[in-house]
Structures are given as structure tokens and as C-alpha cells.
T-cell receptor, first 114, second 111 residues
Framework: DGGITQSPKYLFRKEGQNVTLSCEQN?????MYWYRQDPGQGLRLIYY???????QKGDIAEGYSVSREKKESFPLTVTSAQKNPTAFYLC?????????????FGPGTRLTVL | AQSVTQPDIHITVSEGASLELRCNYS??????LFWYVQSPGQGLQLLLK??????LVQGIKGFEAEFKRSQSSFNLRKPSVHWSDAAEYFC?????????FGTGTSLTVIP
């Protein structure tokens, strides 16, 4: 079945550690996105990528980094510079680059900082 | 700047009753409009979308939405709610290569 997978589902991190969240899609989509979700705040865009080896900052990129070495994969690293990383992280993809098409979402990763 | 407003943070309805969730947007051109649903701890599932044409669009699970340009609205409706519809609902606007999401409406269904 085609879709988007995110791993792990739950992730715990000690303060000062970097952690990487995985996002893989087999939909052959060009564009991929990372969102952060906090209660009562909806979804906020962290980074997006429209093509391999290229990505753009979203509204809340500080303390995060990404890479796009393969079309299928868009991992997100939460660095120690992110002051409040505990949140639910959602990855999405869409088929068209440079225009707007439907975004499809993965099941999410819940990150908790201990 | 683009924005999406969902004025109702939380709505409670009885099973079998009708439902309307409100969404207003701010965007200079005709937007692409979406409704998504999210169950607790899960990703977002697309319910329906409007790109152009007929302003009343049908989606999955018996939902429909109507685009009203004059009111900048895209309200979601369902004639008879089921207990399984309890979830968080998000309205979104697609503008350029980005989406703008509302803050969501939490739906509780009572038997």
C-alpha cells in the first residue's frame, strides 16, 4: 500500500540531545513537509522540500534541521537548540511542486523531552 | 497574509443530530480549500477538498462542505453525526506551495 510512514511513534529525549525523526513516502511525491502540532495551536510548518537536495524554512525552523538526499525520505533532526521540543510531529507529502495539491499525512511521532 | 479561522474550539452534539463546523479564510485569490480529520494520536486524514467548480463538495464519511466566496467561508456539514465522528477537525487553505491550517475544532458526540 502506498503511504507515508513515520518512525518511531514515540520518542523520548534527554535535554541536550539531538534526535532524528524519520519520514518515508512511497507515493512518488515531489514535495514533503514537516509540521509541529501543539494543543490549541493547530499545525505549524517547520521545513518543506519541493525537490531532492533542496529545502526551505517554514515558520518555526529554529532549532530544527532537515535533509532531502532521496525523493522518498525527509528526516527531521530536533537539535539541542530547540528550547521546547515536546510536541507531536507530522510529516506530509504532495504530488505537485510549485503549485498547491493535496497534502497527505503520516501517522506522526510524539516527542517527549525528559 | 493568508489565515484560516475556526471560531469554534469545541463542539458537542448528540448522536444523530446534524453538524456544522465553521471555517473562514483570508486570501487574495480563489484558494484551494481542505477539511481534514484527526483522531487522537493519529495523523490527518483528508475529508474533502475544493479547487474549483461546484461550490458544494462531497467527501468521505458522509461529510460535505460549501464554498461561499462572498463570506470567505468553507463550512463543513454532516446531516447525522455518528459516535465515530468524534475527533479534531482542521480546515486548511492551500496558497502557492504552502498550507495554512486553522487551530481546529474538537467534536464530542454524546449518545
Amino acid at each position: 500500500d502506498g503511504g507515508i510512514t513515520q518512525s518511531p511513534k514515540y520518542l523520548f529525549r534527554k535535554e541536550g540531545q539531538n534526535v532524528t525523526l524519520s519520514c518515508e513516502q512511497n507515493l512518488n511525491h515531489d514535495a514533503m513537509y514537516w509540521y509541529r502540532q501543539d494543543p490549541g495551536q493547530g499545525l505549524r510548518l517547520i521545513y518543506y522540500s519541493q525537490i531532492v537536495n533542496d529545502f526551505q524554512k517554514g515558520d518555526i525552523a529554529e532549532g530544527y534541521s532537515v535533509s532531502r538526499e532521496k525523493k522518498e525520505s525527509f528526516p527531521l533532526t530536533v537539535t539541542s537548540a530547540q528550547k521546547n521540543p515536546t510536541a507531536f510531529y507530522l510529516c506530509a507529502s504532495s504530488s505537485l511542486r510549485g503549485s498547491t495539491d493535496t497534502q497527505y499525512f503520516g501517522p506522526g511521532t510524539r516527542l517527549t523531552v525528559l | 497574509a493568508q489565515s484560516v479561522t475556526q471560531p469554534d474550539i469545541h463542539i458537542t452534539v448528540s448522536e444523530g443530530a446534524s453538524l456544522e463546523l465553521r471555517c473562514n479564510y483570508s486570501y487574495g485569490a480563489t484558494p484551494y480549500l481542505f477539511w481534514y480529520v484527526q483522531s487522537p494520536g493519529q495523523g490527518l486524514q483528508l475529508l474533502l477538498k475544493y479547487f474549483s467548480g461546484d461550490t458544494l463538495v462531497q467527501g468521505i464519511k458522509g461529510f460535505e462542505a460549501e464554498f461561499k466566496r462572498s463570506q470567505s467561508s468553507f463550512n463543513l456539514r454532516k446531516p447525522s453525526v455518528h459516535w465515530s465522528d468524534a475527533a479534531e477537525y482542521f480546515c486548511a487553505v492551500g496558497a502557492g506551495n504552502q498550507f495554512y491550517f486553522g487551530t481546529g475544532t474538537s467534536l464530542t458526540v454524546i449518545p
